[in-house]
């Protein structure tokens, strides 16, 4: 299996406003590609449970899955009309970190490269698990919406302790948390996908949904 | 009861099979702690353990797998204790007294450092304190199992070694591509394992007996120990909710059988396995004829990632990361300068070393420190194997512990202090050691008396439970300019090692010429006259074109490259090296065995760019030899004001302006430094100007240093001299280096919301004990509003403004 990053991505990341890198950025940009595919480990995993709603002390909605209570107004918008939610955690493995611990040291232009280039990549495999996961939902004639993860507006980010625990990411992908909470292997990410019988707005992800979206530079143009 | 030791490897055992699944089907719920049922459920423990025991098998686990004082930290010693005694309890009930009770030891559940922030040594803490009460409740061994990290497995196995007298066993988790998760291969693992000495390693989890066929097929080719072999019942499936394996008892055992026969000691099962998958198992696998382990004789070293061996086919050691001689290195050491020594280490495994040589022995620093501190760093970056290399006795046992592999250890030699030294630590960690043939008299005039003061290393290797396999011998080569029978001496060493000993040398090639001009021509010829005669291993500099030819022919003519395939990957399509006649002449690669890089890679490789439009383009090597060339017609000075800056600012502007881009900046900031490095060769001896001191850091709890990286290269190249202290780095690292080092203008970086808390942390002590300093910040999540919160004096948005920010700080005076 070969992960082929979105170069439009990668070019985006590296902070492109809708113009395109010259001939020697372009080059490196390839080299780090292959580089990279040589060097990654992609795994995943993911697991479906139930979704009910409560309300917390301040009649404040709460979502319950997985044996865990979460209140946060944006998770549940993106939940909505779900009946179970696909809880995933995906990663390219410890080799993307080598090689741009590696570049940091011998040429750190190739290290922002690398980087910009494992982050596209990692956004690929999400799509390729997450595609994966809409297919097994249509088989159970169920419809996926966005996936969101923890981080993402006001759901916290402490919410990667419970998935790490619950799919026991260390044993089953090697990823583990760091006392700040951030993932090891750095190129991984965990998501929450919501599954419903009815289809629905799924298109609407990305750019759009973040809290950050009026500041970022990295935001898509379109 | 029989000592385990005696019966391992000796007649078949079994293990006992899955836990968890028999836990969750008496009512363990998703998440709650098995362990935790010690104390609230003990009958269903004990009733667990019947049932394997009354299966048949020989070795059960205590309930011990995820205990520790991350998860546990409450009443780690109570669940512990507990643990063994219930196993006793089921013992005595299942009236199987004969059976030994493992003390079960799985992973942390976090990565160790560099990937994570678990520190080795505090890993080897937790695992230790699991051991210290196991062993005192009565468990009759440790079996460590399900690692998927060979440095975690590591700390485990030292840890176990430290805290009790008992048997340690270890089973690893391969996946299908027989790779541990964070990347070791069977070969690599096996290394380090038995370099450790534990008393038996092999497979547990991760896959069924039929995926684990090809691993196995491995481990019983290169493990000279029992091996163990834990499978799954097959691959898992979610079944409402739960989770089931496809595999049941009979076919199993059916596998179980076949994987038995190709020479596995011990076997039983993992996650999904029951007791009547072991019934079955241990009933047919015990039918079988039993074959003891074969020593293999392999001579081997490791890393995280790769297994070298050394013979049949020759090895070369990469030499530089060693101060003798070389004034940059040693002030690098001064300076703590670790990047330096980074570089020169990449720099050799991209030249073609299979092992780096790693000496940082410096009387005014402090050694052991270094040494340990070099090592991490190196095998962070790194995938070859390291020699550590060191007289020091405390160097070597900390570089050894740090080391994430069976390291090579340079060395021990003759003399009686220094093998009661050295041999108790390669007994304890593991290693390949380099023999030195010379003792309390000196260095033997002749082969016969080398050959001796060999003969009694290898005695001593018996002696201290060392493998003769795990030595290297030094033949000692020394200059011929001094005597020149002293190369016919080493090779006759070396051959007579080879051919009487059957052992494996090893030189350091290059003192052969120490003396003699044209050192790369003695050198590369010894080097072959010394493969000839049975060299194993050459300790020398893989950026030495001549040598590296040397060694590539050799190994084409003497058989040892299949289709000379290795040859012509070097050598294809390259054109024939044009020489120079007149000796002196030829540049300065052909007088010094050290001259690094150079060769036919780079012959004839100049464009004709200017130095401004190298800089601007980002092109370094361009840039580099257009300095070299403008240098011949003009002063250094005027070539920088009026070339390098000019480039480097036209550049600057253009990515304030949102015309030039990150890559590019970079790109160019690298052509600069280049251009800059050959400047400054010229201008060796004259003071050069440093217009301001930095710190840089990541703040504690953040481990993105790209942003700062960025920032340093920036800041270098505009004249700044910058402190980089690293990444997750406490407050107090920072203010204590501040102050000591009267620092004025400090650049913190933070990528996550939840660290900039620590860089506010970091600005109030600073301001607490240096009020004068300034401080800047960055990073993905900062913005004007947060830098005004936590009290900075700046938020810089990118690079170049942090470069502003820094000259007008440094402006002021």
Redesign the interface.
Known sequence: MELSPDRKEIIRY????G?S??E??LR?IELCVEQLQKAV?P?YVY??FPLSRSRGQNSEEQLCF??ITVASRNLSANLQGCSAVYLMAVTL???P??L???A??????R???L?AAAAAMTETWCDQVNERIRLEAERNGLYTRPRYSPGYGDLP?TMQTDIS??LNM??E??V???????M???KSVTALIGVSQIAGDCRRSGCAECSASS?CIYRAES | MRDLRERLGKEWLVCDGGTGTILQSKGL???ELPETWNLTRPEDIIDLHCGYLRAGCDIFNTNTFGANALKLPGNLKEVVTAAVELAKEARRRAGREDAYIALDIG?T???LE????LSFDRAVELFGEVVRYGSEAGADLVLIE?M??SYEAKAAVLAAKENCGLPVCITV?F?EKG?L???GSVDSTVALLEGLRVDALGVNCGLGPEQMIPIVERLTQVCSIPVIVNPNAGLPR?EGGRTVYNVGPEEFSDWMEKIAAMGVHVVGGCCGTTPDHIRLTAERVKELPFREPVRKRRTVVSSFSQCVEIGPLPVIIGERINPTGKKKFKQALRDNDI?YI??EG?RQEDSGAHILDVNVGLPEIDEPSMMASVVQKLQ???DLPLQIDTTDAQALERGMRIYNGKPMVNSVNGKRESIETVFPLVRKYGGVLVALVLDEDGIPSDAEGRVRIARRIYEAADRYGVPREDIVIDGLAMTISSDTTSALTTLETLRRVRDELHGHTILGVSNISFGLPRRALINSHFLTMALQSGLSAAIMNPGNEEMMESYRAYCALAGLDPQCMRFIEAYGGTPEPVRVSAAGTAGGNSGTGNAGGSGAKNAGSTGAMGLFESVE???AESAAAAAREALKSKEPLVLIDQELIPALDKVGKGFEK?TV????L??S??AAKAAFDVVKETLQGQSQEVKGRIILATVK??????GK??V??MLENYGFEVLDLGKDVSPETIAETAVREDIRLVGLSAL?T??VVSMEETIRLLHEVKPDVKTVVGGAVM?QEYADAIHADCYAKDAMATVHFAEEVFKEG
């Open positions: 590296l902070g492109y406003h113009v890198p010259d020697e950025v490196e480990t795994r697991e479906k997985a044996g493995g410890p080799g970190d080598l741009i611990r590696r940091g040291i011998e040429k750190v232009s290290a922002v490269i980087q980010l625990r619950i260390p044993k992908i090697g583990s948390l760091t006392d700040s909470l951030l090891t292997p750095s500041t | 719920k998703g998440g992973p559940g976090k990565l560099p990937l994570g922030d399900t998927s990290d988790t996946d790779k998760l964070t990347g979610t990047e980074l570089r990449l962070s970056v790194l383009r980002g092109m949102g881009f990150l890559p590019q970079l790109m900031a690298e709890g953040d481990i993105h240093d790209i990286n960025i340093k290269v996550m939840t660290t913005t």
